[in-house]
């Protein structure tokens, strides 16, 4: 397996913290314009290797080739070039600001790095913004602050920022956490819109199956920072799989390209 034509090419990633190691892929691969799940349960090393993809991940040794560059060999000046390529939208939000902005000037953040730190965003770069906010749903609160948005409609402004980079790629590291039911959902609406109509290759971090959109067809499934599983959604997670990775009593259902967890013996 060879890097030419992927979007990422990892091969004997290793990630560690003092003695233990908390990461260790020995290869993945992830083609362009494609919608790969990576799940596992909660320290599996998820976040850990979206930071390695992006060269912000201290202790890392081996080969991780992103867009063509191999960010392990990277100074950090071409490593802020190929970033100015990926939309990440990390997993905690923030909590309170220092210096409040509005939704609009949020969402503008993400095409200062494509425009450039020091100059001032033209009427194209605000063009580019207020489609993103329109494509989201977010134009009513353009001029609403940041922080008065709810947990759903942040997650989407901090997605619109992303993609206001133009980027090639997009990182998504739990977007649905700590949503309620109605916002989870159409957070995965938004993932799935957002794939069909960019085709850009999205890696969605998530360890509830319910958040894979229809349009994730290859998954990655992460055990104690190791790649346990890949294939499709209903491959990897079969009743065996899960019951071994969250407890007994629990079986998986897919149904229309969605899939969920249910306890062993109910419905289907």
């Known amino acids: 397996m060879t890097a030419d034509g992927l979007a990422i090419h990892v091969e004997h990633l290793t990630v560690s913290a003092g003695r233990r190691r908390i990461l260790d892929?020995?290869?993945l691969a992830v083609h362009p314009g494609e919608l790969l799940g990576l799940l596992g349960p909660n320290g599996a090393g998820k976040s850990t290797l979206l930071r390695s993809l992006l060269g912000l991940q201290r202790h890392a040794a081996g080969a991780v080739t992103v867009l063509g560059e191999r960010v392990d060999t990277l100074t950090t000046f071409a490593l802020a070039r190929l970033r100015q390529s990926i939309g990440?939208?990390?997993q905690l939000l923030p909590t309170h600001s220092e210096l409040p902005l509005t939704v609009r000037e949020t969402?503008?953040?993400?095409r200062t790095g494509r425009a450039g730190l020091f100059r001032p965003l033209r009427r194209d770069d605000w063009r580019v913004v207020d489609e993103w906010l329109e494509r989201l749903?977010?134009?009513d609160a353009a001029r609403q602050g940041y922080a008065e948005l709810s947990g759903g409609?942040?997650?989407k402004a901090l997605i619109a920022r992303a993609m206001s980079q133009?980027?090639?790629m997009l990182l998504l590291d739990e977007p649905t956490a700590n949503l309620?039911?109605?916002s989870r959902e159409r957070m995965v609406e938004c993932i799935q819109q957002l794939h069909e109509q960019t085709r850009v290759t999205i890696v969605l971090v998530c360890h509830e199956?319910?958040?894979?959109?229809p349009a994730c067809r290859r998954v990655v499934l992460l055990k104690d920072g190791c790649a346990a599983a890949e294939g499709s959604p209903e491959e990897v997670f079969t009743d065996s799989r899960i019951a071994a990775l969250y407890g007994e009593g629990l079986a998986v259902v897919h149904r229309g390209g969605r899939h969920a967890v249910t306890p062993a013996g109910g419905p289907e």
């Open 25 to 27: 892929v020995e290869r």
């Open 107 to 110: 969402v503008a953040i993400g």
């Open 153 to 155: 409609q942040q997650r």
């Open 180 to 182: 309620d039911l109605g």
């Open 166 to 168: 133009e980027p090639r």
């Open 209 to 213: 199956l319910e958040v894979l959109p």
């Open 137 to 139: 749903g977010l134009a």
């Open 88 to 90: 990440y939208v990390p």
